[in-house]
């Protein structure tokens, strides 16, 4: 595995002083659970540094590229780059699956919403890495290069926008009506419920969405509506 660290550490153009820190980065829980005696510890503690260190470069690089953004805004432009989706899109970018140390039940299971998880953590794991072997500005150098290269296109396609939002937008400016949200069906116990949502504009029922409360269904159901385009 060590080749495959070295190529990958080629890379992203980076030379570490400790190897195996980076190593650490892909070392998933699952793995040490059929490996306990692996010479290295999983890679939470460095997710848990790589996460502060990337909020913080998105926010110093966001508040002086859009100086005059309101933090409204900022704030949900950061959470566009920084979602488990882009964080996962960008390990997918960097091929990271061919790296993780992964337990033989992980490692099959390549499409899972805990799969997009797994790379997305690797990916703050990684950041933490660089921060603690190279310092603060090759952290930044990373992010800037393999993070908020989507920045345009969250900017151009209004992806910082939340989908409630996105809808409401479309539906005002196409028929100047606010939809509205109706609850359709409720199931489960009290500590497992499942909502069903329905988004109308006017009376026309537009889409339907899950969740497990109404707001995640409410913004299911304005993903969905927005996909449609035939309302």
């Not at 926010?59 to 949900?76: I, R």
């Not at 396609?157 to 100047?176: A, I, V």
């Amino acid at each position: 595995m060590k080749d495959k660290i070295l190529k990958f550490e080629k890379k992203i153009k980076l030379k570490f002083n400790n190897l195996e820190l980076l190593r650490q980065a892909f070392v998933h829980r699952s793995y040490l659970n059929e490996n306990p005696k692996f010479k290295l510890n999983h890679n939470e503690r460095l997710e848990f540094l790589g996460d502060a260190v990337l909020e913080l470069v998105t926010t110093d690089l966001l508040f002086y590229k859009f100086p005059d953004k309101p933090e409204g805004d900022l704030t949900n432009i950061r959470a566009s780059l920084v979602n488990s989706a882009s964080l996962a899109r960008t390990a997918n970018n960097l091929e990271i699956d061919e790296f993780l140390y992964l337990s033989h039940g992980e490692s099959k299971d390549k499409d899972s919403k805990a799969r997009r998880y797994i790379l997305a953590n690797c990916i703050e794991a990684i950041i933490g890495a660089i921060y603690l072997d190279l310092g603060y500005n090759y952290a930044k150098k990373f992010i800037e290069e393999y993070i908020m290269d989507m920045l345009d296109e969250v900017i151009e396609k209004k992806l910082y926008m939340d989908p409630k939002t996105k809808f409401q937008e479309k539906s005002q400016e196409n028929y100047n009506i606010t939809p509205k949200y109706k609850l359709l069906e409720e199931s489960g116990p009290d500590h497992k419920k499942t909502f069903i949502i329905g988004l109308y504009v006017d009376e026309k029922l537009i889409s339907k969405g899950q969740g497990s409360s109404k707001q995640e269904a409410e913004v299911d159901a304005a993903r969905i509506g927005l996909e449609k385009k035939d309302w």
